[in-house]
């Protein structure tokens, strides 16, 4: 059965660095499309940076410079490096793994960020 689990959140203070990891298990592979997504309270869904099989990555503009996605394709895990973190990062963070345009897609049940003095 197929599983994402994310970790690494928590309370950290403005200017601070977090790692969010996902681990995948399952048939979840390296061929996936794996993405990372926040969910502030009152606010949708948003993309935070996606990353290919290949290793090509992507970013929302406002974490670009700032965070990072990487993935250990022998370990099936997704990372997430985010560094000087603003109040406005405050959200749940959500894992995801895409594969056929969409068609196949499982979501993780999310960490908590929050971002506060």
């Known amino acids: 059965q197929e599983h994402l689990v994310e970790s690494g959140g928590g309370l950290v203070q403005p200017g601070g660095s977090l790692r969010l990891s996902c681990a995948a298990s399952?048939?979840?592979?390296?061929?996936?499309?794996m993405g990372w997504y926040r969910q502030a309270p009152g606010k949708q869904r948003e993309l935070v940076a996606g990353?290919?099989?290949?290793?090509?990555?992507n970013y929302a503009d406002p974490v670009k410079g700032r965070f990072t996605i990487s993935r250990d394709n022998p370990q099936n895990t997704v990372y997430l490096q985010m560094n000087s973190l603003k109040p406005e990062d405050t959200a749940v963070y959500y894992c995801?793994?895409?594969?056929?345009?969409?068609?196949?897609?499982?979501w993780g049940q999310g960490t908590q960020v929050t971002v506060s003095s």
């Open positions: 399952g048939s979840i592979s390296s061929r996936y499309i």
């Open positions: 995801k793994a895409t594969r056929f345009g969409g068609m196949i897609e499982y």
């Open positions: 990353i290919a099989s290949g290793g090509t990555t």
